[in-house]
């Protein structure tokens, strides 16, 4: 989505010159620029222009009144630029006139059967009055997605890009997907990307492997958080998209503290703007319960120059089939933007409030799946919940100064507070005996981001420059001072921070026939252990240089260099301060050639920075973590420009990405060993037919440890597809079906206990749905695990095995009202 305007000349100077250049260029039998893939959605026309100016390198003018009032069925396929406007104009009253092959004006049609027509000489220079600017819009989402298919990000280069001349891997997950395919959270919309994948947490939060790699933090609208799970995360209803970037982001200043060397998962929030939204969307399902939305947008002021965003939701589950307790969810986002001739202002507000129940899982007995068993409950307490609250303000600010020089700062102030208890397994060390521990924690944190960048474009002959320099600052704290009561009845001392962890063991499991799935519970009468957690502050500061050039119609280059610098505040284990800094240069460098308008061929290179707040077994802090990726691939835009085909083949090299912390207190840390992880990724994403959009994925993927141990969690082939079909015609016109597969190859998993190895099975998934169409209203009624097979993660260990749902029946619908 592009975000700001482009500024419309005008001045009876402008006019004369153009006039002037006219005539010049009449005589010269210029015949015209060459044709260009051109792919702008249906929207406003006053926006549709803006983008096409954008795209055509052309400067706009409108004549003879305002344009506001007019909406656009878009453009689609190869096209000259003069023909791409004809498409964008059909159905109005406006013609256009070239005056330049930098300049066109839009006016109104001269209509033959005027009493008094006007004359028209194209020689003769315009009267000024007749001139006026591009009527004041809301450019959020200025080139829209629609289907399947998205052409822009903003993400990767911090200004809106398209796709195509981006070189990197970059996936987004657009609204059509998310509806399409009835995702309720963040962990469906990932399933059908390519290199991705979702485990499941107890005791921790799930987690995005990408690459190979956790995922880390993420971003939210291009800005690394400091502390997020996915518990933190909004509803979907308060998502425009998601960007899912591929290689390591710290360019972008993203450091979280868990490595993010495969990539990072950026959410795009919704934002004002002046078009009027009035959606309730709603979802029925078993385990989920049910969920109900508001989403509204629109004008706050005659003029349109004040806009609004308004979304809300909440979400009662039922109880899981082990009984834990039902979930809760509420969330709130008001926001509010100001639109001016050269400035856009946007301030907002969200709070997230999610209560989880614990996830039912099983243990292993041995090492291997068919061991694994239900565990007895040692107490009954279905109220093993977590409770998460996010609390989020967020600013935006974009001012266009003269020269086409533009700036564009935000920022992000969240404060995030969590609590709650659960009963889980932890290995004694023995196999086929675990200890079963009742938890109960407390954390809080808080961070804030503050991005601010400066660009302008230059041009020399047939090299564009997009020059962006940047400066950023983020500081996060872990863990803020307080006390209080912990455990039923244990009041814990917790030295004035309140980030803790209470563990009790409460029982006893051994194994007596683990074939057979026998055995005994033993009450343990074991201490209280409290872990301190947090209490640290880390400060992220980066100055980014940042030069997207383009070299004719076939060359684009994109370089940029990050001065990253990282400072954490904490202590010794002797309670005596300590700060650790580290800085680094860390570059980026890409290519893209356009073998023709639909055909792009790229290759990248860039470095990942993972600074580590553990101490190691000397007391001293472990070295920094490195890594660097090469890739290469191509980008084929198909059927019309309406679908692209994006493959990429990656090759990443770590240092050492894994922390081993021993399991007892001091709980002191050592780099783990190093990897090189390899793949090919392919995806498929568009409309291959009227009322046919696919989705496809296929990644085939090798991990190497660099200390010969073999990896865990790392499935070697992956695959998904999703097809959506709606009927056209005939009495089936209002209906619409949808089907997709999930399948993924077997995995290893290791016991916590000796370090065994054990198989994973791979898995396959089907599902399924069918939607009636109003017209304004939309009901889809879905399943998930259509036959009901055993799912599992690709990674656990014996402690902990998550129990997918098995099928699930879904009803979901949208009003727009």
């Known amino acids: ?3 700001g305007r482009r500024r419309v000349l005008t001045g009876a100077l402008a006019l004369a010159l153009v006039a002037r250049a006219a005539g010049a260029a009449e005589g010269s039998g210029d015949s015209g620029p060459p044709a260009m893939a051109f792919a702008i959605a249906p929207q406003p026309l006053a926006t549709a222009l803006l983008a096409w100016g954008k795209q055509a390198n052309v400067q706009v003018l409108t004549a003879s009144g305002s344009i506001a009032n007019w909406r656009s069925g878009g453009a689609h396929g190869v096209l000259t630029p003069d023909a791409a406007l004809d498409e964008l104009l ?23 059967n005027d009493a008094t027509p006007t004359p028209v000489d194209p020689v003769a220079p315009f009267d000024p009055t007749t001139v006026v600017p591009l009527a004041t819009v809301d450019v959020q989402g200025l080139v829209s997605d629609t289907g399947f298919k998205a052409d822009t990000t903003r993400t990767v280069t911090r200004q809106e890009t398209a796709l195509a001349d981006v070189p990197q891997s970059v996936t987004v997950v657009t609204r059509d997907v998310i509806e399409s395919q009835q995702a309720v959270d963040i962990g469906d919309v990932a399933r059908y990307v390519a290199g991705v994948q979702y485990v499941d947490g107890y005791g921790g939060s799930p987690l995005f492997l990408i690459r190979g790699f956790d995922a880390g933090h993420g971003l939210t609208d291009g800005m690394p958080n400091g502390i997020a799970r996915t518990e933190d995360l909004p509803p979907l209803i308060g998502i425009e998209r998601v960007e899912v970037l591929r290689g390591p982001e710290a360019i972008l200043g993203d450091a979280s503290q868990n490595n993010n060397f495969g990539g990072s998962i950026n959410v795009v929030m919704k934002r004002p703007q002046a078009d009027p939204v009035r959606t309730l969307t709603y979802s029925l399902g078993e385990y989920d319960g049910g969920r109900l939305g508001v989403d509204l947008a629109g004008a706050a002021s005659r003029d349109g120059a004040l806009s609004y965003r308004l979304v809300a939701a909440g979400q009662r589950g039922e109880k899981t089939p082990q009984g834990y307790g039902g979930g809760r969810g509420a969330y709130l986002a008001p926001s509010l933007a100001w639109q001016g001739a050269n400035t856009r202002v946007m301030a907002g507000l969200e709070y997230v409030d999610n209560r989880v129940p614990g996830p039912d899982h099983s243990v292993l007995f041995g090492p291997t799946v068919s061991t694994a068993t239900l565990a007895t409950r040692t107490r009954d307490d279905p109220n093993d919940v977590s409770r998460f609250r996010t609390s989020r303000a967020v600013f935006e600010l974009q001012h266009e100064f003269g020269g086409d020089w533009t700036l564009h700062s935000q920022g992000q102030y969240v404060r995030q507070r969590s609590d709650g208890r659960s009963l889980s397994y932890l290995s004694t060390g023995f196999v086929g005996s675990l200890d079963a521990v009742a938890r109960s924690f407390r954390y809080s944190g808080t961070y804030w981001t503050w991005q601010n960048d400066l660009s302008a474009s230059f041009r020399h002959g047939n090299v564009t420059h997009n020059v962006l320099v940047g400066l950023d600052l983020a500081r996060t704290h872990a863990g803020d001072n307080g006390s209080g009561s912990i455990e039923e009845g244990d009041v ?4 004035n921070r309140s980030a803790v962890i209470v563990t009790r063991p409460v029982a006893f499991l051994r194994a007596t026939d683990a074939f057979s799935k026998k055995f005994d519970t033993f009450v343990a009468p074991l201490d209280t252990t409290v872990q301190h957690l947090g209490g640290s502050w880390q400060t ?19 370089a940029a260099l990050r001065r990253t610098s990282y400072r954490l505040d904490t202590r010794w284990q002797d309670g005596s301060p300590r700060r650790v800094d580290e800085s680094r240069w860390i570059p980026k460098l890409g290519v ?15 470095t990942g920075f993972q600074p580590d707040p553990l101490l190691g077994k000397d007391g001293q802090p472990l070295p920094v973590a490195t890594s660097r990726q090469l890739e290469v691939g191509g980008k084929f835009d198909l059927f019309d420009q309406r679908a692209r085909l994006t493959a990429a083949l990656y090759r990443i090299r770590v240092d050492h990405s894994v922390d081993l912390v021993s399991p007892e207190p001091p709980f002191f840390a050592t780099p783990g060993p190093g ?4 793949g090919l990724e392919v995806e498929f994403a568009g409309r291959i037919a009227p009322g046919l959009d696919v989705l496809a994925s296929l990644t085939e993927a090798r991990i190497r440890n660099n200390d010969d141990t073999r990896p865990t969690g790392a499935p070697k082939h992956q695959a998904a597809v999703w097809a959506s079909y709606r009927f056209g015609a ?3 016109k209002p209906w619409g079906v949808g089907a997709g597969v999930l399948a993924r190859s077997r995995s290893l998993g290791r016991t916590s206990a000796d370090g065994q190895y054990f198989g994973i099975p791979g898995q396959a998934s089907v599902e399924t ?10 009901v889809t009624l879905g399943v998930k695990n259509l036959f009901a097979r055993t799912l599992y993660a690709v990674n656990f260990d014996e402690t902990f095995v998550p129990i997918r749902q098995g099928r699930v029946v879904l009803l979901t619908g949208v009003y727009d009202f």
């Open 492 to 495: 814990v001392d917790d030295g």
């Open 1 to 3: 989505m592009l975000r």
């Open 592 to 606: 893209v050639y356009k073998v023709s308008p639909e055909v792009s061929l790229y290759a990248d290179t860039s």
């Open 90 to 112: 059909q159905g109005t009253d406006l013609e256009r006139e070239r005056y330049d092959p930098r300049t066109v004006v839009v006016r109104q049609r001269q209509n033959p």
């Open 675 to 678: 990897q090189t992880n390899r």
């Open 730 to 732: 005939g009495p089936l």
């Open 769 to 778: 749905n069918v939607t009636r169409y109003g017209s304004n209203w939309r």
């Open 540 to 558: 992220n500061a980066g100055l980014y240089f940042q030069d997207q050039v383009a070299i004719a119609d076939r060359w684009n280059l994109l």
